[in-house]
């Protein structure tokens, strides 16, 4: 397969190896190749539910932020309570604006008392955080670490780690992160993913050993059947995860994304956005993003490209975000930001999809718990 790589998009230090899986198509993310495609959309969810997956995500940068004040300037980012996470553990937070607006929604992870890394989706993270860390008045020091993550997905993923690490990789808790050392390959070990499965990232350490982990990853696999696949909408939405520049933005607050459970606007220190979310906590929201139901034949895995409109007889109210079939639900669902007064769960909408009108319902999300 012939990729053109400008010198502009970074390759992973797997992106070898996953030309030689199979990969059938690259998008960019953090200005990097994300790999997919490497079987149907139906095959690689199947692989993820009923056995275990690996992925190359090494565009999930990682913003290191690390010194005395490095706590302090972690409260000023994210409305979360950052004093609350242990050293070893991690949490889903959002970076937000002043105006109260998502930035990035990363996987925090705390590895010392003074020393964090911001596990990233799709947004220049870390010019927002050195740019505020000019003017903070803090002792901090911000990079960006060769830290390179792939994750291992799926039902079988506990015993693909046992092979990999035997003992030393057991008894992680959900979103504890831990530093191992594979045969001189330095590594950190989570228990978190983007699928709603039972899964694990393994944080790459020294982009020099790429292809050593990815081959030793596939050894431990081999008897439990590991397929390499890239990340699976079905799966996530299922699952009701959200997807930065899909379902979410700077231009979307967490009130709007139903995220407001991490919100704690009451918490002492003054982060950035707090005036903003403090208001619209007292105000109301007029739009909030929801599940959706659509009516009709499966939809074709991989079709959704651009938003869809959403609308209330002739009225646009919205926009569906994502659209999809899940194979388990045998149900075509989705997700849409609708105007506040048409999200309650039941009610029904019409989506203007580009083979014509569909009837769709306002579902609750996630349409699939989480397993584990």
């Not at 997919?36 to 692989?47: K, M, N, T």
């Not at 860390?133 to 901090?140: E, G, Q, S």
């Not at 530093?179 to 982009?207: A, N």
């Not at 569909?358 to 579902?363: E, K, P």
């Amino acid at each position: 397969m012939a990729i053109e790589v400008n010198y502009w998009t970074r390759r992973s230090p797997f992106f070898d190896d996953v030309i030689k899986a199979g990969c059938g198509g690259f998008a960019v993310a953090n200005h990097m190749l994300q790999p997919h495609s490497f079987l149907d959309p139906i095959a690689e969810y199947q692989h993820l539910t009923e056995g275990v997956t690996l992925w190359d995500v090494a565009t999930e940068r990682q913003v290191e932020i690390s010194g005395p004040d490095a706590l302090s300037f972690m409260e000023m980012l994210t409305p979360r309570d950052v004093s609350a996470c242990p050293v070893g553990r991690g949490r889903y937070v959002v970076i937000t604006s002043e105006d109260g607006g998502i930035i990035n929604d990363p996987v925090l992870f705390r590895l010392a008392e003074d020393h964090f890394w911001l596990s990233t989706s799709d947004s220049d993270l870390i010019l927002w955080v050195k740019g505020l860390a000019v003017f903070a008045n803090m002792d901090v020091s911000i990079c960006e670490p060769d830290v390179s993550p792939v994750q291992i997905q799926g039902p079988k993923s506990p015993a693909v780690i046992k092979n990999l690490f035997g003992d030393r990789g057991e008894g992680l808790k959900f979103y504890e992160i831990r530093q191992l050392d594979l045969d001189g390959i330095p590594v950190m070990l989570s228990r978190t993913g983007w699928s709603g499965e039972y899964g694990f990232e393994i944080f790459l350490q020294d982009s020099q050993y790429g292809s050593e982990l990815w081959n030793r990853i596939l050894a431990a696999g081999k008897s439990e059947g590991i397929v390499v696949t890239g990340p699976s909408d079905i799966r996530r939405v299922e699952a009701g995860i959200l997807g930065y520049g899909c379902d979410i933005s700077i231009d979307t607050n967490p009130y709007e994304a139903g995220l407001d459970w991490m919100l704690k606007p009451e918490k002492q220190a003054d982060f950035i956005g707090k005036k903003a979310l403090n208001q619209l906590k007292a105000n109301g929201i007029s739009q909030r993003l929801v599940g959706i139901e659509l009516v009709g034949t499966p939809l074709p895995q991989g079709t959704f490209k651009d938003r869809w409109p959403a609308l209330a007889g002739d009225k646009k109210i919205g926009e569906v975000t994502v659209a999809l079939h899940s194979p388990r639900l045998d149900k075509n669902i989705g997700y849409a930001m609708l105007e506040a007064q048409f999200t309650a769960t039941g009610t029904p909408i019409t989506v203007e999809a580009p083979h014509g009108r569909l009837d769709a319902v306002v579902a609750e999300k996630p349409f699939v718990k989480k397993a584990g």
